[in-house]
């Protein structure tokens, strides 16, 4: 899936109509899903199996999805899935991620 922000777009759409033509484009405003391009010619089967992957990956950044939950949205193994988020460079790890690790960790290691 390719990922444009508000000012490249409005620079050129071309470059996102053309990659709408073969997966949905998802566009930024300040470094947040704002919207999704889909191109009407692929049949409505083809736009969701795009599709959901691109909203599990919106719901994820947001945290509203955990990983997990939002691997199983896209329909895509964890793996795939992970993958995908960092083709969008999408942080899997985050500060937030390593704190809460490392207060369950603290309580084994005293």
């Known amino acids: 899936m390719y990922a444009t922000n508000v000012r490249n777009l409005k620079k050129n759409p071309s470059v996102a109509l053309r990659e709408a033509e073969t ?3 998802l566009i930024l405003k300040g470094n947040q899903p704002n919207a999704l391009l889909l191109h009407l010619s692929d049949s409505l089967i083809e736009t969701e199996k795009s599709l959901l992957p691109a909203l ?3 719901l994820y950044k947001d945290g509203t999805l ?3 939950a939002a691997a199983k949205l896209s329909k895509m193994s964890l793996s795939d899935f992970i993958q995908h988020l960092a ?3 999408i942080d899997i790890i985050t500060h ?3 704190n809460n690790e490392a207060k369950d960790i603290s309580a ?3």
């Open 23 to 25: 997966s949905p484009v």
């Open 87 to 89: 083709h969008l460079s």
């Open 96 to 98: 937030d991620t390593i």
């Open 56 to 58: 599990a990956s919106s």
């Open 108 to 110: 084994w290691i005293k």
């Open 66 to 68: 955990s990983l997990g």
